[in-house]
């Protein structure tokens, strides 16, 4: 192999021929410009070039351009050498001024070269993001009359940057502002759990939970709560992530057990993706009915190490359903259990019993009497105290309730008393007119 060429004409064109931005300038006059302040006593050249702007520009001003290559011409759409000088201050402009501030400070320090990440612009205005070298050529060190300068445009990587930046601010902002509780949670230490008892060659998850309880509650221990968003500090009443933290154990209790043991089922079974109403509790103990929506994210399959839970509550939901569940097997004067209530449960006990199957019907003597005299004011008053005597008489899993608002009766299953007697020592106290044992059919 030949050595390398020295003919100058070769460097010439290797300058020439670079595929970045190449400029050879002359720094002397910025020398003797530092030499002069050096004389009249600066000492900290960045806070002296930081309180005047125009000292920088006077800086600016004394550096000659002597030569570029072509890809500056084309970087910054200048035809010619002479037509990029007449236009520099339309490339140089804005945050220049700044990052050359730094580039001064590291030559009046003895520096030799210097970097920065800096803004220029096409001699149309576009925007460039570059990265800066500059070397003070050997041989010129003391008269700065030979400094190349190296610039590389990284508009298109910084851009990219930028648009990531965006996108993960805006993603932030969906789950920091979400209207629902949003969790990120590392489940890996589960997944390791999971992985060795499948090692182990356990076919059945659910036997196997069923045997070993402990399991449950350990699963639960591994589980590493990475972060939570506003609206979870405010369904729990946390006043801060760490306050939430600390307290879990209080959160995750009681109904939470069989809710995660249906969850690791899932997770067994390959369910990544999953959706079920859970109990938690918030930190003043208030039980919250939550629907949870639990999703191993995508790229982390293989270990769980990143999985979002999303919580809406629906407690007021299900208070509205128990209401409406109480009102549609209730009388809404006597509070008792209504006919509809009994229809079902008589043919519940016909189809599973127990059997046999003791009814007392007890009447109600004297309410026209009180609507007609009193009012119908009276005669409900009537009818919610009845209500109120026939229920505190009637004892689990014996039921009572009111029809045609004359009348009550007792549905008591066995164990009952021999036939003919009151199904409670209670109820032998009540006023009730009629008491029949009616046995169901076999």
């Known amino acids: 192999m030949s050595a390398l060429s020295s003919d ?6 290797m ?3 670079a595929p970045v931005s190449l400029w050879i ?3 002397s006059a910025v020398r003797a410009l530092f030499e002069q302040w050096r004389a009249d006593g600066v000492g900290d050249i960045k806070a002296f070039l930081a309180t005047d702007s125009d000292r920088v520009r006077q800086c600016s001003e004394r550096i000659r351009i002597l030569k570029v290559n072509r890809k500056t011409l084309s970087l910054f759409g200048a035809r010619d050498l002479a037509h990029l000088m007449a236009n520099l201050g339309q490339v140089m402009r804005d945050d220049t001024f700044k990052s050359h501030l730094e580039e001064l400070a590291k030559l009046w320090n003895g520096r030799t070269s210097f970097s920065s990440h800096t803004v220029n612009y096409t001699l149309t205005g576009e925007r460039l993001d570059i990265q800066l070298h500059g070397t003070i050529l050997p041989g ?3 008269s700065w009359d030979r400094v190349m300068i190296a610039i590389e445009d990284v508009t298109e990587r910084e851009s990219a940057r930028s648009r990531l930046a965006e996108s993960e601010n805006y993603a ?5 502002h979400s209207p629902v509780s949003l969790w990120v949670e590392d489940f890996s230490g589960v997944k390791r759990l999971i992985d060795d008892v499948r090692a182990r060659g356990v076919e059945d998850f659910r036997v196997f939970t069923d045997v070993h309880e402990e399991f449950v509650p350990r699963c639960m221990s591994e589980i590493r709560v990475l972060d939570v968003n506003s609206r979870t500090l405010e369904l729990f009443g946390a006043p801060d992530k760490e306050t939430l933290l600390r307290n879990l154990a209080n959160i995750f209790r009681d109904e939470m057990g069989p809710h995660f043991r249906e969850q690791l089922i899932d997770l067994w079974d390959g369910k990544r993706f999953q959706q079920r109403e859970v109990v938690n509790y918030a930190l003043d103990g208030t039980k919250l009915h939550l629907l949870l929506q639990f999703s191993v994210l995508p790229s982390h399959e293989r270990d769980w190490s990143l999985v979002q839970v999303a919580l809406t509550d629906i407690t007021a939901r299900k208070k509205t359903e128990a209401y409406l569940e109480y009102l549609g097997t209730h009388d809404v004067l006597t509070r008792t259990l209504n006919r509809s209530f009994f229809v079902d449960e008589l043919n519940r006990l016909e189809r599973k019993g127990p059997k046999p199957v003791t009814i007392i019907i007890a009447d109600l003597n004297g309410l026209k009497t009180a609507n007609d005299e009193l009012g119908h004011g009276a005669g409900d008053a009537l009818l919610r105290r009845a209500g109120e ?13 009111a029809s045609a608002a ?7 299953p066995p164990p009952t008393p021999p036939a003919g007697k ?8 009540s006023s009730i007119s009629t008491t029949s044992t009616i046995p169901t059919s076999s």
């Open 15 to 17: 300058f020439d021929l």
């Open 172 to 176: 932030f902002g969906l789950f920091a």
């Open 25 to 27: 300038e002359d720094y």
């Open 8 to 13: 100058p004409d070769d460097d010439a064109k």
């Open 422 to 429: 009151p199904c409670s020592p209670r109820s032998r106290n």
């Open 406 to 412: 004359t009348s009550s009766r007792s549905c008591c």
């Open 389 to 401: 005597v026939f229920s505190s008489l009637v004892e689990k899993p014996a039921r009572s309730r």
């Open 140 to 142: 010129h060190e003391k």
